[in-house]
């Protein structure tokens, strides 16, 4: 499973290159601070879906306030992955 640290190791990476990942706190504003646009965030969300091998609710993915920090990005792969084990129970 994806920690949150991947996501800020994939953010620093594919994102936004040259940014000290300790510059990107858990729950700083992404989309506030001009760190990731919705561009971004379909790469981010493109990652994600490949990296837990699931998709994730389209009424996820327009709600900007579900993807702009890692800790609600982390929180919306353990939703999906608890949504996942619980479909299969």
């Given at each position: 499973m994806?920690?949150?640290?991947?996501?800020?190791?994939?953010?620093v990476r594919e994102?936004?290159?040259?940014?000290?990942?300790?510059?990107?706190?858990?729950?700083?504003?992404?989309?506030?601070?001009?760190?990731?646009d919705s561009l971004d965030i379909l790469k981010l969300v493109d990652y994600i879906e490949k990296q837990i091998h699931t998709s994730l609710d389209p009424d996820d993915i327009a709600?900007?306030?579900r993807l702009n920090s890692i800790e609600k990005i982390f929180?919306?792969?353990?939703?999906c992955h608890t949504t996942s084990i619980s479909r299969f129970s």
């Open positions: 994806l920690s949150k640290e991947n996501i800020r190791e994939f953010i994102l936004i290159p040259g940014i000290n990942p300790e510059d990107l706190s858990d729950d700083l504003d992404l989309i506030d601070a001009g760190i990731i709600n900007p306030d929180q919306l792969i353990l939703l």
